[in-house]
């Protein structure tokens, strides 16, 4: 079955340390990948996405995310993260074309000033 | 981006009663909506897919007599959780986009609603 690991259920970090969000998906095939944040009391919002083309991609808040297909990985990054970074992260497969998507656990930042 | 408002934000129902979420798209026409729930700690499980003017496609395990999807319009889609008991207690999050292949169009979320079945 269709599935998506986030390594990480709650990260904890300091102000202006860097960020590493874990993501592996398992299908064989194509697939389009996204990462949503989720601000306390907010709806889901898009950070992120990949659908073809470079696999470095940038997204807002200086978010970026890199492809790794050989490793089924989608992993998030951001250099310097701020207070303002605390939020839930998921990220989300498309699989093949089909209309749907699939989400992890989503990961829990908290960021301490 | 575009905004998709879902109501109630949270409800508190009898056990046997039942119950229905709206899910609107408010500034763009949503030719597919689709219904999440969530648990606790827990990643957002795709209920079911609907199509406008068609009947929805429930993921395997969704039981579709207890959750009715109806998608009547462009801009409305609801979900009614038919003689509620308290393990339908969760977070159900609505999404919706336009277009019907894939997902080379933005999906925008609902804000989620609470239920609670006592």
């Known amino acids: 079955a269709q599935s998506v690991s986030q390594h990480n259920h709650h990260v904890i970090l300091s102000e202006a340390a860097s960020l590493e969000l874990g993501c592996n998906y398992s299908?064989?095939?194509?697939?389009?990948l996204f990462w949503y944040v989720q601000y306390p009391g907010q709806h889901l919002q898009l950070l992120l996405k990949?659908?073809?083309?470079?696999?470095l991609v940038k997204g807002i808040k200086g978010f970026e995310a890199e492809f790794i297909k050989s490793k089924f990985s989608f992993n998030l990054r951001k250099p310097s993260v701020q207070w303002s970074d605390t939020a839930e992260y998921f990220c989300a497969v498309n699989p093949g074309g089909y209309n749907k998507l699939i989400f992890g656990a989503g990961t829990r930042l908290a960021v301490h000033p | 981006g575009a905004v998709v408002s879902q109501h109630p934000s949270w409800v508190i129902c009898k056990s046997g009663t039942s119950v229905k979420i709206e899910c609107r798209s408010l500034?763009?026409?949503?030719?597919?909506m689709f219904w999440y729930r969530q648990f606790p700690k827990q990643s957002l499980m795709l209920m079911a897919t609907?199509?406008?003017?068609?009947?929805?496609?429930?993921e395997q395990g969704v039981e579709k007599d207890k959750f009715l999807i109806n998608h009547a319009s462009l801009t409305l889609s609801t979900l009614t959780v038919t003689s509620a008991h308290p393990e339908d207690s969760s977070f159900y999050i609505c999404s919706a986009r336009a277009g019907t292949n894939g997902m080379n169009t933005e999906a925008f979320f609902g804000q989620g609603t609470r239920l609670t079945v006592v």
């Open positions: 299908y064989g095939g194509t697939v389009n």
């Open positions: 609907s199509n406008e003017g068609s009947k929805a496609t429930y």
């Open positions: 500034d763009f026409q949503a030719t597919t």
């Open positions: 990949y659908f073809s083309g470079d696999p």
